[in-house]
């Protein structure tokens, strides 16, 4: 079945008093971050500005990217983590994670991917009433590095990282998933498979994108704290793997894993409903 060429385009619902009203900011290919209100108007282009993802702040600034690594050398590595204002003047910009040979380019990359939170609120972004540091304060931010663990396989694994910056762009804190494969609840028969085949691609000479974690996020303040359970410290962070299908929760102090659901739902009853 071929696919249709005549759609509607544009905001094809939208009932106000069911909606949240605001804003939404895209990352479109080829023009870069775009603002659009709840009637699908252009309210800002930030041309070239494309990050994976773009999040708003307060003031009218905005945190993404201004480059993406050549697929030819990486798996969706962006260049940098940077922040700009209204006027797309950068305020911040950080890229000292890993120094990169691609070809004949060398330089410095961030390798972040998929999510970062800026301090300020657990989400890193504007949200009202929980003010996000456009000035300031620390970067939580997910990344990807290169590297062999003969425990889980022979084949060259693409792992996550989390790091923290100051505004300086130290880097204060690490954690890397590798470290804890053994937390990760993995049975004797899926460590065998895992071994054999860590989810092998083409991308950066041949990689193995054993873990795809696709979200992360500082906890916050929760009930389950205040009602005594150390787990789930507000400092701690919370992550879900999409490939291993595992959501954690590690503590920012030990790095320890001291929650977590998956790999496997048959363990319980509970689990199997969440299936």
């Not at 800026?118 to 009202?128: A, C, I, K, L, M």
């Amino acid at each position: 079945m071929s696919s249709p060429n005549v759609f509607p385009t544009g905001t094809t619902i939208y009932q106000p008093e069911k909606a949240y009203n605001g804003y939404t900011v895209l990352s479109i290919s080829g023009i870069g971050a775009v603002l659009i209100d709840m009637n699908g108007n252009v309210v800002k282009t930030w041309e070239g500005f494309q990050g994976f993802l773009n999040k708003l702040l307060p003031d009218g600034q905005i945190l993404g990217s201004l480059g993406r690594r050549d697929f030819e050398y990486g798996y969706q590595d962006m260049a940098d983590l940077t922040q700009v204002d209204w006027e797309g003047n950068i305020v911040w910009s950080f890229n000292k994670k890993e120094f990169c040979h691609d070809g004949d380019k060398k330089y410095w990359l961030t390798r972040q991917h998929h999510d970062y939170q800026r301090e300020g609120n657990p989400v890193g972004y504007y949200v009202p009433n929980m003010d996000c540091q456009t000035n300031g304060g620390k970067t939580l931010i997910l990344c990807h590095e290169d590297l062999y663990n003969k425990k889980i396989s022979d084949k060259r694994l693409l792992d996550d990282c989390i790091i923290e910056v100051d505004w300086k762009g130290n880097i204060l804190w690490q954690w890397s998933v590798n470290e804890h494969f053994n937390e990760l609840g993995f049975s004797e028969q899926a460590k065998a498979i895992l071994f054999r085949n860590p989810n092998y691609h083409v991308n950066g000479g041949g990689q193995c994108d054993w873990m795809h974690i696709n979200s992360m996020s500082i906890l916050g303040s929760n009930k389950w704290y205040d009602a005594g359970d150390e787990r789930f410290h507000p400092d701690n962070i919370i992550w879900d793997a999409r490939e291993s299908n595992i959501t954690a929760i590690i503590s920012k102090v030990t790095g320890e894993i001291v929650w977590r659901i998956g790999p496997d739902f048959t363990e319980s009853k509970v689990l199997k409903r969440i299936g």
